[in-house]
């Protein structure tokens, strides 16, 4: 279908530059678009989507973490609409394995788990669903789970996904969060993926990130899960920690 020009669709032409312009951009708006443009030579067509989905998130946590069996992994992303849940997939790298930046390489026997890190969850298998009785607390990086005598049993290196709620919802339109990831063996690297859905639908998968626990565990334990927007204040809790030990360790020297 030809567009028309309209008071929201306005096209402009400056020599062999032509524009098309769409102001208040509404749901119906999205779709593909095709430009077809032909001389004596022959004919040429580009098509390019809209989509009211949110940008490919990007991961802004640093990439070794600060305890041996944990990690706090964090990501920002574009949307003009709230969003309303995210998938983090997740998985351990083998020595020496080349990393493969497509999530296509999850395995048949991918678990995902639904729920946050206070509350229960779903762990889903090819056949069953499992449902948890902890968050991610309750999950190790490798073992088994039983369920009415049913027994999960999935590998160091297979795939895990999170599905997190975005809650509370965020209307900026940077959003983001981070997630405590625990379970994971000391001194390895890790592989990350993350998709964003907001009411339009979930988002590409993310650039893969690779991370790494520590092989010794510091003193500072347990950050959780944070939600903010582009203007929201996160309170650092580790800083917060620090400065209550320190305000401790003056008190106690002074009743010496």
Not at 41 to 69: C, E, H
Not at 73 to 78: E, G, L
Not at 192 to 219: C, I, L, P
């Amino acid at each position: 279908m030809q567009l028309d020009t309209t008071e929201r669709h306005i096209m402009e032409s400056r020599g062999s530059r032509h524009t098309l312009i769409i102001r208040k951009v509404h749901p119906q708006d999205f779709g593909n678009y095709s430009c077809v443009a032909e001389n004596q030579l022959g004919k040429s067509r580009k098509t390019l989507q809209l989509s009211g989905k949110p940008n490919v998130a990007v991961f802004s946590s640093p990439p070794i973490s600060q305890y041996k069996d944990r990690y706090n992994i964090s990501w920002t992303v574009d949307s003009h609409t709230p969003i309303e849940e995210y998938k983090l997939s997740f998985r351990r790298l083998q020595q020496g394995q080349e990393l493969d930046n497509s999530i296509d390489s999850h395995s048949s026997s991918m678990l995902q788990m639904y729920g946050g890190s206070m509350g229960g969850g779903i762990v889903m298998g090819n056949n069953h669903n499992y449902r948890l009785s902890g968050g991610m607390s309750s999950l190790g990086s490798f073992g088994t789970y039983n369920s009415v005598g049913n027994v999960v049993q999935w590998g160091r290196n297979d795939w895990r996904d999170v599905v997190l709620p975005a809650m509370p919802l965020s209307h900026h339109y940077t959003q983001g969060m981070s997630y405590m990831i625990r379970g994971l063996d000391p001194d390895q690297h890790y592989e990350a993926t993350v998709q964003a859905r907001n009411r339009y639908g979930w988002s590409d998968h993310s650039q893969s990130f690779v991370f790494s626990t520590s092989s010794n565990d510091n003193e500072m334990r347990d950050l959780s899960v944070t939600f903010y927007g582009s203007t929201a204040s996160v309170i650092d809790i580790t800083k917060t920690l620090n400065y209550f030990s320190i305000v401790l360790i003056y008190i106690y020297n002074n009743s010496i």
